[in-house]
């Protein structure tokens, strides 16, 4: 079966977040992490036959959705959990903030490796917190987590670890050995270790992603799992998610948080979701196969055709963390953005110095904006 990520097509006249932005100028956005490939067919059958319907009220998760989630993460990753355990969400983002406000007082700390995505870095002070951040350490072309930097870093005060597995935006799917370094110490200081899981389905290495909370009882025991099916299927736009968390105390204490406050899944969110996990899965693997093909590409031009940036390889995600610092230049996004391309800023990140570059786009998209980059640097 084929699958087409090749057409381009239009999304400028559709409200995009994404293509917006750059609303009529000549610039191809290449920043938020939004696909510009259609979803599935399934998907799009099942949003149309909800449509049809006709009725939109206030909807419950589906039976079969629930019990899809519960076979996905035993057949994915030997993991058996219980449908209580499932926590609906419209976001991971919500999630964040209601993992920072769940434990722990006003003034305890929220733990995160940087640089990361943005919402770790101001969840905790929306939710009257203090953020420690621990930089990511960088070796062997890779960065990995630093298990004595955490243990240095944690006091009395300190009562949750936000965690990016994989990690947007440095493209790293950590490996059994360093989640467990990490998530060890967690226990041992009884850190509530909410895991944001949502690109585990974006592995390009063909190597397996590991669920932290499936590490050990324990483990599992301090640990919020966040997954979704937006980013994988191309979905943001239907804000449909969700946590998987075994403690009961933990679980009672951020449905309390989360009552009355974030909203419920909408109807075609869910309709999505169950037709993204029962029928997309051959979809899925194609579009692993484009991804890794364009990554291929990024890293080969960023590293060998533009002079003043490099990257290191993207084993998870359609995320390019480029190091720009030999770029000399005091703003490269306004740099790049004046060639027609527009990327993320890594300050955003916890970065100075570095931009991310989204390739979950069709190659004639990805081609061209890669030349105008290369174009701009040789006559800078």
């Avoid at 994988?232 to 948080?257: D, H, M, S, Y």
Wanted: charged share 25%; hydrophobic share 40%; with cysteine.
């Amino acid at each position: 079966m084929s699958f087409d990520f090749d057409t381009v097509f239009d999304r400028r006249h559709t409200s995009s977040l994404k293509w917006n932005k750059y609303k009529n100028r000549d610039v191809i956005p290449m920043w938020v992490a939004d696909m510009d490939f259609q979803s599935a067919a399934p998907i799009l059958e099942a949003l149309h036959k909800r449509v049809d319907h006709g009725i939109f009220g206030y909807t419950v998760p589906p039976d079969e959705l629930v019990q899809v989630v519960v076979d996905r993460m035993w057949e994915k990753y030997q993991w058996e959990i219980k449908p209580s355990w499932i926590v609906w969400l419209p976001g991971v983002v919500p999630a964040l903030h209601l993992a920072c406000r769940a434990f722990g007082n006003d003034g305890d700390e929220v733990l995160t490796f940087t640089p990361v995505y943005p919402p770790f870095l101001t969840g905790p002070s929306l939710s009257k917190r203090q953020l420690k951040t621990i930089p990511l350490h960088r070796q062997a072309n890779r960065y990995t987590m630093d298990p004595e930097k955490l243990k240095s870093e944690i006091t009395s005060h300190s009562k949750v670890l936000l965690l990016c597995n994989p990690h947007n935006p440095v493209g790293r799917r950590y490996d059994r050995q360093e989640l467990r370094d990490i998530a060890e110490i967690c226990v041992e200081h009884n850190l509530v270790l909410c895991s944001d899981e949502i690109h585990c389905d974006l592995i390009l290495d063909g190597r397996p992603h590991v669920p932290t909370a499936t590490l050990s009882p324990e483990i599992s025991a301090h640990t919020i799992t966040l997954m979704a099916p937006s980013k994988t299927f191309n979905v943001p736009g239907l804000n449909c998610a969700f946590a998987i968390i075994e403690n009961k105390n933990l679980r009672t204490k951020f449905r309390q948080i989360r009552k009355d406050i974030v909203p419920n899944v909408n109807a075609l969110g869910f309709s999505a979701c169950l037709a993204a996990y029962r029928d997309c899965e051959s979809w899925r693997m194609a579009l692993i196969d484009y991804l890794a093909g364009n990554k291929d590409i990024v890293y080969r031009v960023i590293n060998d055709e533009i002079p003043g940036l490099s990257m290191d390889d993207v084993q998870a995600t359609y995320l390019a963390w480029i190091h720009v610092k030999e770029l000399n230049s005091d703003d490269p996004i306004r740099f790049f953005e004046n060639a027609g391309v527009g990327l993320s800023d890594g300050k955003e990140y916890g970065g100075e110095g570095y931009i991310r570059l989204n390739f979950g786009c069709p190659r004639k998209t990805l081609m061209e904006g890669l030349e105008r980059m290369r174009s701009a640097v040789k006559i800078g």
